[in-house]
């Protein structure tokens, strides 16, 4: 599955979601779109993924240490809020967030499954 919304990304070094910093980041990590634990507890049907694969999702983006951290806070809040179509994006951090969400329901993923309960 393609992830439309964050088309044009290009593995160049750059953090995908801040592009430039002051000062300048020096590390960088790939997130995958969809988290790699949730892609554990949960394989879509046989001809979506190869068996014997953890990882069946592996789009990623390339971000600085802060980036990824706000991502998985983003995400970590809409896990709270238990619905990611009512959540507010204001920042590409947010963005890449929502987007698990969207590509994981695509799959075929609950959100019960991933999300925290009430």
């Given amino acids: 599955m393609t992830t439309p919304q964050l ?3 290009r593995k ?5 979601v801040h592009g430039t910093h002051r000062p300048e980041s020096l590390t960088h990590v790939f997130h995958h779109i969809i988290p790699r634990e949730w892609q554990l507890k949960y394989h ?8 014997g694969k953890e990882v069946w999702a592996p789009d990623c983006i390339l971000v600085c240490p802060t980036g990824h951290a706000n991502i998985h806070y983003h ?3 809409i896990q709270e ?3 990611y179509e009512s959540y507010k994006v204001r920042t590409r951090e947010a963005k ?3 987007q698990a969400f969207i590509n994981w329901v695509a799959y075929g993923g609950s959100m019960d499954t991933i999300c925290k309960p009430r």
Avoid: D, F, S
Wanted: net charge positive; aromatic share 8%.
């Fill in 7 to 9: 088309r044009g990304l």
């Fill in 12 to 16: 160049t070094g750059k953090c995908w």
């Fill in 44 to 51: 879509p049907p046989v001809e979506r993924w190869t068996q």
């Fill in 75 to 77: 995400i970590r809040k």
């Fill in 81 to 83: 809020l238990g619905n």
């Fill in 96 to 98: 890449v967030a929502k």
